[in-house]
T-cell receptor
């Protein structure tokens, strides 16, 4: 149980384009999902908290207009990186909350050329 | 906000030895402390967690201890095996927003 999927697993895009990443809880409902960014050999940095049916809560320093989050259902949250630039290249991981526990998706590696 | 410090950053042990990773946290309101294992290129996997009303929890070769007064918690792995090699992250959080703050990770290498 508590499986979280993420799609796509890997994406390459041109600078200036937008990329959408999906996070799904497959066998449970999640009112809260989280989006993290992880640089190579570094820790997980929380970007935002995604709440079903309401606006996301962004961490300090994260541009909400650049990283658009939508949590339209209890099993799906999406992160859209708008007007992506090379510095946005990173590993993006979502998690879905069940009780206090967060279950992570497999991550999306984004490369912006 | 919460601040989590994790030590050591790297740890190398011989197969069969024990490994201990330590974390401290700053926010006394934190009441949930999970540990995650992340293999290279893969997702973090929850291996054990502890809540503030418990001082110790054990699951086979893995145990976690919590000292709320001192605001520190530790992961203990006994009889280590090569497949235990990975990066281990501690985290602290809980409360109404369920946010977690992660430590910087410990790269554990178990040498056969």
């Amino acid at each position: 149980g508590a499986v979280v999927s993420q799609h796509p697993s890997r994406v390459i895009c041109k600078s200036g384009t937008s990329v959408k990443i999906e996070c799904r809880s497959l066998d449970f409902q999640a009112t809260t999902m989280f989006w993290y960014r992880q640089f190579p050999k570094q820790s997980l940095m929380l970007m935002a908290t995604s709440n079903e049916g309401s606006k996301a809560t962004y961490e300090q320093g994260v541009e909400k207009d650049k990283f658009l989050i939508n949590h339209a259902s209890l099993t799906l949250s999406t992160l859209t990186v708008t007007s992506a630039h090379p510095e946005d290249s990173s590993f993006y991981i979502c998690s879905a909350r069940s009780g206090e526990t967060q279950y992570f998706g497999p991550g999306t590696r984004l490369l912006v050329l | 906000g919460e601040n989590v410090e994790q030590h050591p950053s790297t740890l190398s042990v011989q197969e069969g030895d024990s490994a201990v990773i330590k974390c401290t946290y700053s926010d006394s309101a934190s009441n949930y402390f999970p540990w995650y294992k992340q293999e290279l290129g893969k997702r973090p996997q929850l291996i054990i967690d502890i809540r503030s009303n418990v001082g110790e929890k054990k699951d086979q070769r893995i145990a976690v201890t919590l000292n709320k007064t001192a605001k520190h918690f530790s992961l203990h792995i006994t009889e280590t095996q090569p497949e235990d090699s990975a990066v281990y992250f501690c985290a602290a959080g809980g409360g109404s927003n369920y946010k977690l703050t992660f430590g910087k990770g410990t790269l554990l290498t178990v040498n056969p």
